[in-house]
């Protein structure tokens, strides 16, 4: 007998939406969800059968109309300094990367919202291959399953998985609806029990969605600014010129206000001779003075200084040591605390902006960037393509 019925993938729903499939969709009581969540998130099952405290009946009824369909393991690199790298399948045809960084006293999951990007930030690695598709709430929720099953992570017993930031391949707010609903589920009890602060949705600055983001959901937002003026931030980031620098920052001060005393974190990737100059330290200085007045707190505005991770075919380079730790004394200097992120996984291509994946259905763009990396490859003498990072 073939079966017709398209089997629903249970890692889609949030709690709300799993107690409707019970009700509606099964006949069953809603808590009966609450015990099936719990198996998935926290005891990393995926067969109905192995959900003992499931009566043999409902378990043959799950059977028929739902699966659970975790992404499919491609590939894993483990790192020297405990960064730990998954490539997961998607589809058969595209693959993203998800990455566990850990740390003093946490661990945080980096992770993916989108096959791809459409952004084209011209110093990302990501935007050199374009735009595929968005990830569904399952295949968002299904790396932090995967790092999860990995850890051997049990939410408030043996809590490996401390943070999430969706800072991987994509732009998160350009996949609202997917994002929420699968930060939901890392926030819930019944899934992975993080706090709100400790998820984290970082955009490039798309303004109308930092104000649903603001509306629908609760966690930390985290902003790439990179330069203090439209004029440099519009070449980096092109999105820029659609949402220029006043706009997101108004957008940031109603986020911020509406949280009531939270934080905003504003990325900056250091780029030499690009955005790394006095000028541009105090160019940014202004704007997160500004920010902390107008949202009335001190320290309001937090600036994360990452230098920049090389890619193969960038025109971008890192500055030296010497440049960063004087961009940083400058901020320091005028009362700001500004962390700079250390590379972490330098050893397996896991840092910030380093992050792959397949894509199948390649866009021009991938098409243009390999015939950039050919044509450097045939002017470069060998051994001198790395001169620069
Ligand atoms: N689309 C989201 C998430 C992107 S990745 C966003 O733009 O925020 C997370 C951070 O890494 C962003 O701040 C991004 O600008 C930064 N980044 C991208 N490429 C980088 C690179 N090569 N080196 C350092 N940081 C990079």
């Not at 790092?147 to 999430?164: I, M």
Request: charged share 25%; proline share 4%.
């Amino acid at each position: 007998m073939n079966e017709t019925v398209a089997k629903q993938n249970l890692l889609d729903l949030d709690r709300a939406r799993l107690e409707d499939f019970f009700a509606d969709t099964l006949g069953e009581k809603r808590y009966r969800a609450h015990q099936v969540m719990k198996w998935i998130h926290h005891r990393h099952v995926t067969d109905f059968n192995e959900m003992t405290d499931l009566g043999k009946a409902l378990r043959a009824k799950l059977e028929t109309h739902a699966e659970v369909r975790v992404p499919q393991v491609q590939f894993e690199k483990p790192s020297a300094d405990g960064t730990h790298k998954w490539l997961l399948g998607m589809d058969g045809k595209n693959a993203i990367e998800a990455v566990f960084i850990p740390d003093k006293g946490r661990g945080t999951l980096c992770v993916s919202s989108q096959v791809g990007c459409a952004l084209n930030c011209q110093f990302c690695s990501t935007a050199t291959q374009g735009f595929n598709r968005n990830l569904s709430t399952a295949e968002i929720i299904g790396q932090v399953w995967v790092a999860a099953r990995h850890l051997g992570n049990v939410p408030h017993k043996q809590r490996k998985l401390t943070n999430v930031v969706m800072m991987g391949m994509g732009e998160p707010l350009m996949n609202f609806d997917n994002v929420v609903r699968a930060m939901s589920i890392m926030r819930d009890d019944l899934g992975y029990g993080l706090a709100n602060k400790r998820v984290t949705l970082s955009t490039a600055g798309m303004v109308p969605m930092i104000d649903r983001l603001g509306e629908e959901s609760d966690v930390s937002l985290a902003v790439s600014l990179h330069a203090p003026t439209d004029e440099l931030r519009s070449e980096l980031v092109p999105l820029n010129r659609k949402y220029p620098i006043e706009q997101l920052m108004d957008a940031c001060v109603r986020y911020a206000l509406r949280k009531k005393g939270e934080s905003v974190t504003f990325e900056y990737t250091l780029m030499k001779d690009v955005n790394d100059q006095p000028e541009h330290a105090r160019g940014l200085l202004r704007l997160m003075r500004d920010f902390d007045r107008r949202v009335q707190m001190k320290d309001a505005a937090k600036v994360n200084l990452i230098p920049f991770n090389p890619f193969p075919g960038t025109r971008f380079q890192r500055p030296d040591e010497e440049a960063i730790r004087g961009f940083q004394k400058l901020l320091n200097n005028a009362g700001m605390i500004a962390p700079v992120r250390r590379t972490r996984g330098d050893d397996i291509d896991a840092a910030c902006g380093q992050l792959k994946g397949q894509v199948a259905d390649r866009t021009r763009r991938q098409a243009e960037h390999n015939k950039r990396l050919q044509a450097q490859a045939a002017s470069v003498p060998a051994g001198g393509a790395d001169a620069a990072a």
